[in-house]
C-alpha cells in the first residue's frame, strides 16, 4: 500500500507552558484513502544527528483532507536546540 501524504509549513516554536520545543505544521493526505488513525513520526535533527522525536496521531483523517498539527518534543529545550536544527524528518509509520 502507497501513503502519499504532504507536508507544510513546518515550524519551530517555545512552547507555551514550558521552555520546551513545540514543532507545527500541516499535513495533507492525499493517499486515495481514508482512514480512521494514522501515526506519523517527527524527527528532529542539527546536522545529521537526531535530537529527539515524537509520534504525532491523527484520527478521523480523510483522503484530501489537510490537518494542522502542534507536538511538543519532549527533553529538548527550545533557548538550546531551536537555532541549531537543520532538519526535520516526517513520515507516516502507520495507518487504518
Not at 16 to 40: C, M, P, W
Not at 53 to 78: A, C, M, P, W
Amino acid at each position: 500500500m502507497v501513503r502519499s501524504f504532504q507536508y507544510k509549513d513546518i515550524h519551530f516554536k517555545k512552547d507555551d507552558h514550558s521552555d520546551g520545543l513545540v514543532v507545527t505544521g500541516e499535513i495533507a493526505n492525499k493517499s486515495g484513502r481514508n482512514y480512521q488513525s494514522v501515526v506519523f513520526r517527527v524527527i528532529v535533527y542539527t546536522k545529521s544527528i537526531a535530537i529527539g522525536s515524537e509520534n504525532i496521531t491523527i484520527n478521523g483523517f480523510l483522503n484530501g483532507q489537510t490537518r494542522s498539527f502542534s507536538k511538543k518534543i519532549e527533553d529538548l529545550v527550545y533557548i538550546k536546540v531551536a537555532k541549531d536544527i537543520t532538519n526535520c524528518e516526517i513520515y507516516p509509520t502507520g495507518g487504518y
